[in-house]
């Protein structure tokens, strides 16, 4: 069943952010650089990406940059928001202070476009 958008701010607004646990939404493609390209269909229903589409353009190609392609790659719906923050500062170091504001902006951001959702959510 899914929940409306009343009912899924009502949950957020009792979920300490740090402790969700983010689960993508999205396909996604990795280079041999480490960059995430996130994959999304120009239609959702698959008769239209068909039929008004060449098979080449039925996808948007959204490309992450090193903190958001980090950020992706934890994204596996067993790590939380706080892991996925330490994890960040562990491996880009200084380059991404503040770290806690940044991450949560970026996966507010992914949540909002659909991209990605919490498992408290989905429960």
Known sequence: MALNFFQRRKILKKLNYMEATPIRKSKFETDEHGIVTIVVPKFKNEKFNTFFCTPRKRFFRIVLDELGS??????????????????????????????????????????????ISFQEIEK
Request: hydrophobic share 40%; charged share 25%; with cysteine.
């Open 70 to 115: 980090n950020v992706w790659l934890q994204v596996d719906g067993r790590t939380n928001v706080g892991t996925i923050c330490e994890k960040s500062l562990e491996l880009l170091g200084d380059k991404v202070q503040p770290v806690q504001l940044r991450v949560t902006k970026f996966l507010t951001m992914l949540y909002e476009a659909r991209y």
